[in-house]
């Protein structure tokens, strides 16, 4: 159901931490920790999180729209749930090994005055932008 190939993750740190907070990031989507007993416990979580999330009254027609734009025709959730509870440590494995080869985009919102740019150019190039150019309203 719409673009599989999309992931999304955020990280909340201070700003003097962002290049730290940064570099685990990547390296958990690169090289996501392999203690099986673990795994299971996030899988666990991750499926009950959706099992117990509900589309609020004030967000069903947003989250409809939203749905009609990703050309999604019927709730995802019952597919996710589905996929996620058939996924083995091996497809872990195999979904992760796409990142360790793909061009990633990170955004950093925060004050620049606080971070250690240097060092986070050191992780990858820098393209600073204006909230204007991040926003398409």
């Not at 290049?19 to 099986?36: E, I, N, W």
């Not at 509900?54 to 999604?72: A, C, Q």
């Not at 058939?86 to 360790?100: E, I, M, N, Y």
């Not at 204007?132 to 309203?137: G, I, Q, T």
Request: hydrophobic content about 40%; overall charge positive.
């Amino acid at each position: 159901h719409g673009d599989q190939n999309l992931l999304s993750a955020t990280v909340g740190t201070q700003a003097d931490k962002t290049v730290a907070a940064t570099r685990l990031l990547l390296s958990l989507l690169q090289t996501p920790p392999s203690d099986a007993e673990r795994l299971q416990r996030a899988q666990r979580s991750a499926i009950e999180k959706l099992r117990s999330s509900r589309i609020t009254f004030r967000n069903i027609g947003g989250t409809i729209e939203l749905w009609k734009k990703r050309k999604i025709s019927e709730d995802p959730r019952k597919a996710r749930l589905a996929a996620l509870t058939a996924a083995t440590h091996q497809d872990l494995a195999d979904f992760a090994s796409r990142f360790s080869k793909t061009k990633l985009t990170i955004a950093i919102v925060g004050d620049p005055d606080h971070i250690e740019m240097t060092d986070l150019a050191d992780i990858a190039p820098i393209r600073m932008v204006t909230v204007d150019e991040m926003m398409v309203y």
